[in-house]
């Protein structure tokens, strides 16, 4: 597994140019999933730690950051919260959302601040005013099927068998970028989200939760199972156009 490293980069994101991740966590100890395709997590993992063990205080990444950003010679375009990790879990993510940017306009910068999320921690009465002073934030939405997100992202006991409550907890993001990662699974059709009926409760999701843009994202890293397969770039184009057709920017990534 890999090792934790706090701030990582400049690396050049296929989505989000040249960018630099802040992590909250050990890799893989720091998110309440354990989605089968993860590369962070396998199906057994350890106690996931307290948030207050998380990660050094703001001031640290901070600091980091601002040496990071001083070094770089070419223009940094996004600084992204959570890279393998969960932001929302952070409890001074409102302190280190403001500290960056500050920072943003002490250097006359302007990369947009991104997070990325599975809205685990949404539900904390602080989270809407943080996000709200984000560029972007992008959910993590695979499974429209409450069954199906149970059995396959996995998410810890306290937050299992509430998929309902999950997605009034979306509902309540601004500026809310949806990311869906699509996959098959060989000889498991109960462990694949490329399937008919998710597809169609997906469409359905994203004409409630009207999300500004969707990125379609599949496995691209490798996955925990050989079994696990991508879905191929023409599958995912059909299903682009299926939600272009709701009204709703889309972008593939394959």
Known sequence: MPKFKMVSGPVDSRRFGRAININFGLAGESCRWHCIYCEWRQAKTKKVPQPATLIPDPESILTRIRSLLMKESRPVNSVILGGNSEPTLYPDLFIL??????????????????????????????????????????????????????????????????????????????????????????????????????????????????????????????????????????????????????GIPVEVFS
Request: charge should be neutral.
């Open 97 to 246: 959302a403001n500290g960056l940017l500050k920072l943003k306009k002490d250097l006359a910068a302007s990369w947009n601040l991104v997070c990325l999320t599975n809205a685990a921690g949404v539900d904390d009465p602080e989270m809407e005013k943080t996000l709200a002073l984000l560029d972007d934030v992008w959910v993590k939405l695979d499974c429209a099927d409450e069954a199906l997100f149970n059995r396959t992202n996995r998410p810890e006991p306290q937050n299992a068998n509430d998929y309902k409550a999950h997605v009034r907890a979306i509902r309540t993001i601004p500026k809310l970028g949806i990311q869906t990662t699509l996959w098959k699974f060989e000889g498991k059709p109960g462990a694949q989200n490329w399937v008919a009926e998710n597809l169609r409760e997906l469409l359905d999701l994203y004409r409630v939760l009207r999300p500004k843009i969707v990125h379609l994202t599949t496995l691209k890293r490798k996955p925990t199972s050989a079994e696990l397969k991508p879905v191929s770039h023409e599958e995912l184009d059909a299903f682009a156009l299926r939600v272009a057709e709701l």
